[in-house]
């Protein structure tokens, strides 16, 4: 009994590396993506300021004009029972408490053979990490940075219409 136990414990002490090697993995994605994109965009895209968004992509660490001052962003895991992530593949929590905002990584974000939606995960959380919370400029961004890295854009149409984003200021590719 005593070693099923240890194996048990052995077992899910395993699967946190797993996790923080396909975290990790998705973030030198979505960087690689963004500065073979950067030469591509202005300084300022949607009003999402490109070299905090690439300090905060990079560093996890900015100054914003958006938000006032030094913000540091943290990565942390989400549960099933948290309602955000019963929606959402991750989420960021805004806006920043005490310089820090918190980018939350849900179950989701775990799905086997979802590297892309992993990478477009991350370039969009992060226009809300730098910009704050409007779905459309962050969807719009994201995508912008998919297109000029790779030439094209993962298709959005859905989450477009559900946030009614051809409405809004913001465009795809």
């Known amino acids: 009994m005593r070693f099923c136990l240890l194996l048990l414990i052995f077992l899910l002490s395993a699967l946190t590396p797993a996790r923080a090697d396909m975290v990790d993995a998705a973030f030198d994605r979505a960087i690689s993506q963004f500065e073979t994109a950067r030469p591509k965009l202005p300084a300022e895209l ?3 300021d490109v070299g905090a968004y ?3 992509l990079t560093f996890r660490q900015f100054t914003s004009s ?14 099933e029972a948290n309602n955000s992530c019963s929606r959402f593949a ?3 929590s805004l806006p920043p408490k005490d ?4 980018l ?3 179950p989701q974000f775990s799905t086997d053979g979802a590297d892309a939606l992993r990478t477009l995960t991350i370039l969009h959380e992060l226009v809300h990490v730098v910009a704050g919370p409007n779905e459309c400029r962050a969807m719009a961004f994201a995508a ?11 298709d959005v149409s859905n989450y477009w219409r559900a946030n009614g984003c051809e409405a809004s200021s913001f465009s795809l590719p």
């Open 90 to 92: 991750a989420f960021v």
């Open 144 to 154: 912008h940075v998919e297109q000029a890295a790779t030439g094209r854009f993962t």
């Open 54 to 56: 690439r300090a905060a």
């Open 66 to 79: 958006h938000w006032g001052g030094t913000i540091t962003m943290r990565v942390e895991n989400g549960s």
């Open 104 to 106: 939350v990584l849900c």
């Open 99 to 102: 310089g820090q905002v918190r």
């Open 46 to 48: 949607f009003g999402v």
